[in-house]
């Protein structure tokens, strides 16, 4: 019997279900979840390995995560890395038993505060200024998530 399975470059919506599984069994235990951004470079990326190259993918994001909470696309490959950012609309997992908006919410900002403050070199004016915040909204949710 012959079962024909599309490569994963035509399942994309597979990938989020793949990675929560690949995170359960590279972290058992603990709760770990992915970034927007990491996800994006995931779902953008080709996978010419298919599921097994995914599979490795994962096990290294949460082996140079070091019990870390979140995989950041930092610890992806580089070749996925490497990939530019397509402004596609945001995709997000909604599992069954429901979604933890204001953590989820929360995450967002976290990740949109990190690539501001990337894209200006530090500089909390700037990175104010391309979120469209004062300075001093941007400080105390910086103190807020532990990084002032």
Known sequence: MTIHLPPLRERRDDIPLLVTHFL?????GQAIHVSQAAMRALMAYPWPGNVRQLENAVERAVALGA???EVDITDLPP???SLPQ?????????????LDLP???SSIERDLI????????????RAAELLRIKRTTLVEKLKRIGED
């Open 67 to 69: 019990g870390r909470s």
């Open 103 to 105: 953590a989820y919410l």
């Open 86 to 98: 397509t402004a596609s609309p945001p995709f997000v997992d909604f599992p069954e038993d429901g």
């Open 79 to 81: 070749e996925i890395q």
């Open 24 to 28: 359960e069994k590279f972290s058992p």
């Open 114 to 125: 990190r690539r501001s403050l990337e894209r200006t070199g530090g500089n909390r004016n």
